[in-house]
Each structure stands twice: as structure tokens, then as C-alpha cells.
């Protein structure tokens, strides 16, 4: 059974940082791209940043230069290194799996909270 299993949410001042981190099971974690995504209370949920396999990355426009998406397939564990955190940053962030047409695969989320 996959699993994925979000950590590194909480409260931070603007300008502040988090480390976000996601530990996969039950999958072959290397041969995935990963991602994160997030969810602000009333809007939908959007991408924020992805990784392939081969380590390519992207970001949407609004995380460009603040935050740092990586890998390591030997731990099976996708991060998110954020900085600069403003409060529009605050939302529930979720770690997702691309399985291609097999589908996708949720974590159940961690909290970001920027307050000022």
C-alpha cells in the first residue's frame, strides 16, 4: 500500500523559513515524479513545485527564487525547502505522486502558517 507522510509544517513570521518533508512507502519512489502542492481555505489546490526522475524541476511563479524543491531516493524522501515565507504562503501543503495513467497519490497534508 502507498503512503506518503508529510512533516515540517507550522507557524512562522514573514521572512522566515520551513523544511517540508515527505517519506514515501509501499512504491518505487526513484522511478516517480514527485511534487508539492498546496491548498489556501477557499481556493483550489495548485502545484508549487515538481521534480522527475531525472531531477528536473519546476516551480509556479509565485515560489520562484523562495523555494527549493529535492529528492533523496536513497531515503525515499521529497522535500521542500521554503524561505522568504510570506503570508500568502499560508495553506495546507501536500506531497503527491505521479503515477502516470495508474493515477496519483495524496499525503494527508501538513499546515503552513505565516503569520505577521
Known amino acids: 500500500q502507498v503512503q506518503l507522510v508529510e512533516s515540517g509544517g507550522g507557524l512562522v513570521q514573514p521572512g522566515g523559513s520551513l523544511r517540508l518533508s515527505c517519506v514515501a512507502s509501499g512504491m518505487i519512489f526513484s522511478i516517480y515524479t514527485m511534487g508539492w502542492y498546496r491548498q489556501a481555505p477557499g481556493k483550489e489546490r495548485e502545484l508549487v513545485a515538481r521534480?522527475?526522475?531525472?531531477?528536473?524541476?519546476d516551480y509556479v511563479d509565485s515560489v520562484k527564487g523562495r523555494f527549493t524543491i529535492s529528492r533523496d531516493n536513497a531515503k525515499n524522501t521529497l522535500y521542500l525547502q521554503m524561505d522568504s515565507l510570506k503570508p500568502e504562503d499560508t495553506a495546507v501543503y501536500y506531497c503527491?505522486?505521479?503515477?502516470?495513467?495508474?493515477?496519483?497519490?495524496w499525503g494527508q497534508g501538513t499546515q503552513v502558517t505565516v503569520y505577521s
Open positions: 521534480i522527475t526522475i531525472g531531477s528536473r524541476t
Open positions: 503527491n505522486a505521479d503515477f502516470g495513467l495508474a493515477g496519483f497519490q
